[in-house]
């Protein structure tokens, strides 16, 4: 059994925001696109689109904000363990990499099928 403290919606949902707090402060990548979702999103409003094709927009942007956070949680914990070179801290780096590119793929060609169509 886990040695864990009883859930508390209050606390977690603090340590929440501290870690979107401490993203904002400290990874520059986040900050620009958080920066492109404070310019992109209000633009979904005003296209003149279907609401699925609006959801679509607004799902695939915020991938890119997911992606960025779960490869800055493998950036953090591979350096945790080890600052020193190793060939599987650089895999499990670069797999996180392959996340958030992956995710600006999904969400460019989204974003420009919809609205250029």
Not at 39 to 60: A, G, R
Not at 69 to 92: C, G, Q, W
Request: overall charge neutral.
């Amino acid at each position: 059994m886990r040695n864990q403290p009883k859930y508390n919606f209050i606390k977690n949902t603090s340590y929440a925001l501290e870690g979107l707090k401490d993203l904002i402060k400290s990874e520059s990548s986040f900050k620009i696109e958080l920066l492109f979702a404070i310019i992109l999103l209000p633009v979904i409003y005003f296209v003149d689109e279907s609401l699925t094709n609006k959801l679509l927009l607004f799902i695939t942007f915020s991938g890119v904000l997911l992606a960025e956070i779960i490869n800055s949680a493998i950036e953090r914990t591979v350096d945790l363990v080890t600052l020193d070179f190793h060939h599987m801290a650089k895999r499990a780096k670069d797999a996180g990499s392959a996340i958030v590119f992956l995710s600006i793929f999904i969400c460019t060609i989204t974003w420009l099928s919809i609205l250029l169509d």
